[in-house]
């Protein structure tokens, strides 16, 4: 009280007039009685006065001569408030006005009309403007994207076409000796060597042998021939171990070899002479004897050797590494959709008028531009430069390839935007790189080794790898590159052995790639079908639809007249045809229920109905778990709803026409911008998809850029934005866009006091000829906005905003105003009075109460509150327990109004009076009491508000709640 008598200010005096208030008439009678009175705000039919606390003892004569002359100056009814601290502040610590009157909002800031672009022409600049916001989020990236995306894949790609070559593999044939011993340590790389015989000879003995060979394991049996059978028909891998068998008697020498591995029959031979000569020259002292094996030098076997082939193993391995480097980088594309998401950013851009094909057009095909730069490019380049064995070089491998390269990105594409929808970029990045491992690098391996045994019988897990090549993009891809691989080894032996015809890469057989194109084809298009109906909320409304097959709606509590009179104009009004309807928009019985997979499920919304007229400005108020950001949902087409139905702008809500949508303006609860992009260009998006012409989108950004008072941050990106200013930036996104019908949800929540007043007049400037529904906790936020015209959706647009930045978001809404009408959900009561019309206040997913504010607090919470401020002398009475001046003061007030006390302190007393006084009875009665009672220090005098109806709803929803708990 203090702080309001010395800045001048302490009450807040508004008419609301019959048609327009005649202002000159009214001031002049105010300022005759009370000369520092200013007017605070004008509208199409109220206006309000500022009447400082000090001129309170003239208040009596003041309101007898406006009683008195109430019919002359057209006063319909009168409405005394108190100023809040909040203008307190804006007065001492902030410039931004916080008066708006209808002059400067909707003469001289009139939103301009446009002529937008229609067929070809805009779907190009959407395409353009869309793709280019898609590397502006590169280039918000780019040192990462150039690690990460650009340096490592082409590093790794060049290095294994590197190590895939012979001379880097095969050391040895490097070397001048080529020659090879031909006694057991050929075999030295085999990890297990065994060797049979049988010595039936004296004199005779392996000592010397098994000395020269330490790791080969000489195991003495009768019957070698026989040994050996038994082995083959038990285990065919212990049998390829054994490399030769020898068996020795007085009469005849065998040799046993095994035809698994190169030289066995020369050492075998060698072995046996060397056996045979511990006899017959018992003076060599363990010497043997060593057969070298020297290849033939001619120019033809040395060019034959420079272009041999490479290993099937090289070139399987460079395929399945090249796959796996290219899944591995794609994995990277999820993060920009799961950030839209997230925010709720492209379910903007579709309400502002881009169809979701085109959407997830403009993303697919920049990301496919980008990854055949980055990854299909560096391949082919790699293979062309660096296949020094002309295996994996030739041209029509690399075409090939890059087909099955492109097929898979595309493909993986797809099922990463799918996703995308479900996972949050941690969490599926999570799930894809797991994918990759599984599906694009072991199950296709495991496939491959499977199908080298063709004639083995299929079991289950042959045919669980079959699913997999045809169903999951890794598998596919990967298994695409390994049949190239494939062919191209046959095509290059083919060659080097003159065949005049190679195999066709794109056959259909088994070993050609063929059949995976066609696979990766098909899953493309029905991965990307899934994205589009996904987006389109297809299987939202399935799964709803399913689940919920028995739902029926719960009985209706009793609402009030008003409530039930709204419930039947909505259901009368909604059976008209199409263009017989007025409204802006029309709920119609919305109900909305949410299952849980454990615990009971939850009835968000029960049989919400309500209008929206043209020009108005409708707030939807309620506490947190009301059901206000669901209804939001559905109304916005997030969420779909179990039962009801919505109507906007002259289109019912359907699932596959965006008509519906696009007449929506929307400022979700959560940002709705890129954070990446500066708030201009997040404004020049927007608009340059709603269709405007780049001349014009220049012009329309800078204008919404200063209602909401951000010129000094406009270049900025959005991220170093403060929650005010980026809650004023989206109430302009919103409002920009230029819907029929403008839904916003907290608009000011968040925004400091003089933003908050711009945002009021930007939702004032869009309102004449829209409709505005605002959502709120706060009140006072749905009166600023009265008066005006076609829908947009804030949620909780100053959701955070301090009180500055909270002025500005609402000069926003009313520069809005002449062209939408606007639907606002806020925590916030002196927003909802300072911006809607009309309020509907949500408890338990129903509205409980509907109408004007003031029809709100005559018909649930008549009467005037008091603050009794009490003398300090009064804390010592108090302390001393001396009562009886204060209980002489309450008797009094008592005797002299129908009044109850809500509230006590040492020096404030809070009543409640009941009594239908007039204001000039009620300021007489106080100035009379206030002079006789010392003690009696100062007051101030209101209306009941908003706040108090509110409260007092919500608490017998409470008081329902738990009785029925109780039952």
């Known amino acids: 009280m203090h702080l309001k008598r010395a800045l001048g200010t302490g009450y807040r005096l508004s008419f609301t007039t019959i048609g327009l208030p005649n202002e000159p008439a009214i001031t002049a009678v105010i300022t005759s009685k009370i000369p520092e009175a200013t007017v605070k705000e004008t509208s199409l039919n109220s206006i309000s006065y500022n009447l400082p606390s000090k001129s309170s003892n003239k208040f009596p004569k003041l309101f007898g001569l406006l009683e008195s002359k109430r019919s002359e100056l057209g006063i319909n009814s009168m ?86 070559n012979n001379d880097f593999v095969n050391e040895d044939s490097t070397r001048e000796d080529t020659n090879i011993s031909l006694d057991l340590d050929v075999y030295n790389k085999m990890a297990d060597r065994r060797v049979l015989y049988s010595v039936d000879v004296n004199g005779v003995s392996f000592r010397t042998i098994e000395e020269k ?106 395929a399945v590494f090249v796959a796996f480097v290219t899944l591995t980088t794609v994995v990277n594309a999820v993060s920009l959709p799961c950030k839209e998401r997230a925010s709720g950013t492209r379910h903007m851009h579709v309400l502002t008028g881009c169809a979701p094909a085109l959407h997830w057009g403009a993303t697919l095909l920049t990301h496919a531009l980008i990854y055949a730069l980055v990854l299909v490019l560096p391949a082919v380049v790699a293979v062309a430069a660096l296949d ?78 079959l699913v997999l090549s045809y169903s999951l ?97 909505v259901e009368k009004t909604i059976a008209l045809p199409k263009k017989q309807i007025q409204d802006a928009m029309l709920v119609n019985d919305l109900h909305k229920k949410y299952w849980r997979i454990f615990g009971k499920p939850c009835n968000a919304v029960q049989g919400v109905s309500f209008s929206v007229k043209k020009g108005e400005c409708f707030g939807l108020l309620g506490v947190n778990g009301a059901g206000k950001s669901s209804t939001f949902k559905m109304m916005t087409g997030i969420e779909w709803p179990t039962r009801g139905s919505l109507f906007a702008n002259g ?13 929506l303006g929307y400022c979700p609860q959560f940002s709705g911008l890129d954070a990446f992009l500066t708030g201009y260009d997040n404004l020049k998006l927007l608009l340059t998809l709603r269709g405007l012409k780049p001349e014009d989108v220049e012009s329309e950004v800078k204008a919404w850029i200063e209602t ?120 916030s009561m002196d927003e909802m009075e300072a911006l809607c019309g009309r309020i509907a206040i949500m408890a338990a997913g129903r509205v409980r109460a509907l109408g004007e504010p003031a029809e709100l607090r005559a018909a649930h919470a008549a009467g005037h509150t008091v603050l009794i401020k009490l003398s300090t002398v009064t804390a010592t009475d108090v302390t001393d327990s001396s009562k009886s001046e204060i209980n002489r003061l ?38 009379h009491l206030k002079a006789k009672f010392a003690l009696f220090e100062d007051y101030s005098l209101s209306e009941t508000t908003l706040e108090e109806v509110f409260l007092s709803l919500a608490r017998e929803d409470a008081g329902e709640t738990s009785a029925r708990a109780t039952v």
């Open 79 to 164: 409405g005394m408030g108190i100023s809040t601290l909040e203008e307190v502040f804006l007065k001492l610590c902030s410039d931004v006005t916080t008066e708006f009157s209808e002059d400067t909002i909707d003469g001289e800031n009139t939103e301009p009309t446009f002529k937008t672009m229609t067929g070809k022409n805009l779907y190009f600049h959407q395409l353009a403007v869309l793709i280019m916001r898609q590397l502006k989020y590169l280039w918000s990236k780019k040192i990462s994207f150039l690690i990460i995306q650009v340096l490592i894949p082409a590093i790794m790609i060049f290095g294994i076409t590197i190590l895939t």
């Open 213 to 318: 060979h330490p790791k080969v394991n000489f195991e003495l049996t009768p019957d070698v021939y026989g040994a050996v059978l038994r082995t083959g028909k038990r285990d065919i891998i212990e049998y390829n171990k054994y490399l030769i068998g020898i068996e020795l008697n007085n009469t005849d020498a065998t040799v046993l070899f095994t035809t698994v591995v190169r030289h066995a029959a020369p050492v075998a031979m060698n072995l046996l002479t060397n056996v045979i000569a511990t006899q017959l020259l018992p003076y060599a002292d363990g010497q043997t004897v060593t057969t070298y094996n020297y290849p033939i030098e001619s120019s033809l076997e040395s060019k034959s050797n420079k272009e041999e082939v490479k290993s099937i193993f090289a070139v399987v391995l460079w």
């Open 388 to 465: 020094r064995d002309r295996t994996i070089d030739r041209p029509d491998f690399l075409g090939a390839m890059v087909v099955v390269l492109m097929l898979g990105i595309l493909s993986f594409l797809a099922l990463v935007y799918i996703v995308s929808f479900n996972l949050g970029e941690r969490g599926s990045s999570i799930v894809l790189v797991a994918m990759v491992f599984i599906f694009g690098l072991i199950t296709p391996t495991m496939k491959s080794v499977s199908d080298t045994f063709e004639d083995e019988d299929k079991d289950f897990g042959d045919y669980v790898l």
């Open 473 to 569: 993009a890794p598998h596919s891809l990967t298994a695409g590159a390994i049949r190239c691989a494939y062919v191209a080894r046959i095509n290059a032996v083919a060659v080097s052995a003159n065949l005049t015809e190679p195999l066709n890469y794109f056959s259909i057989s088994d070993k050609t790639p063929g059949v995976i194109m066609l696979v990766l084809l098909a899953q493309f298009f029905v991965y990307m079908t899934i994205v589009i109906l996904t987006q389109y909320g297809v299987f939202n409304a399935l799964f709803d639809r399913v689940l919920n097959m028995n739902y029926r709606a719960p009985s209706r509590a009793d609402a009030d007249e008003t409530v039930r009179a709204e419930r039947a104009y």
């Open 651 to 663: 289109h019912f809500m359907s699932r596959f026409s965006t008509d519906y949508l696009q007449s």
């Open 708 to 827: 909401v008072g951000l010129e000094k941050y406009a270049r900025r990106p959005v991220s170093g934005y403060s929650g005010g200013c980026a809650r004023r930036l989206a109430a302009a996104a919103a409002l920009s866009r230029g819907g029929a019908v403008t839904l916003l949800d907290e608009p000011t929540a968040g925004v400091d006091v003089a933003a908050r007043r711009r945002v009021w007049a930007a939702l004032r400037r869009a309102r004449p000829h829209r409709a505005v529904v605002v959502t709120s906790h706060s009140v006072c936020v749905c009166v600023c906005a009265r008066g005006g015209g076609a829908v947009t959706l804030l949620d909780e647009p100053t959701a955070g905003v301090d009180v500055a930045a909270r002025r500005r978001v609402w000069a926003a809404l009313r520069r809005a105003r002449p062209h939408r009408a606007v639907v606002v959900t806020s925590h």
């Open 890 to 927: 309450k008797a009094a007030l008592q005797e002299t109004f129908n009044c109850t006390l809500r509230d006590e302190h040492k020096t404030m007393l809070n009543y409640h009076i009941e009594s239908p006084l007039r204001y000039s009875e009620l300021f007489s009665a106080l100035e």
